[in-house]
């Protein structure tokens, strides 16, 4: 099963293989202000489907991750970066996606405030 997700106005969508069964809340400064349920995700296993042309970026603190998020209506679909492997990964904000039941994720609580 393919699952897809989008920014609010649908200028950004990407799809991704599954359906995850679990997502990290984390509670750093930036996830928490935006609530962020996000899915890992190899990158090769990640299609951006529209709107990489039209994607910004924002990085913080140590600026190894790159937060994408369409410029039009703010909605950031996901972010770049690697795995402490140094494997490329794709953070999917499971919030875009219509598909997912939120509620039956099981959520891992991440302290991301002492990174």
Known sequence: MTVTASCHCGNV???????PDEAMSCNCSHCSKKGFLLAF???DQVTIEAGTDKVST???????IQHR??????VQ???????????ATTAINLR????????ALNIR???GRSF
């Open 13 to 19: 969508r990407l799809s991704f293989p599954a359906m």
């Open 41 to 43: 995700f190899p990158a």
């Open 58 to 64: 924002y990085t913080f603190n140590k600026h190894v």
């Open 96 to 103: 875009c996606a219509e598909e997912v039941d939120l509620s």
């Open 109 to 111: 609580e991440v302290d």
């Open 69 to 74: 998020f369409c410029p039009t209506c703010g």
């Open 77 to 87: 679909v996901y972010a770049e970066g690697k795995m402490p492997d140094g494997s």
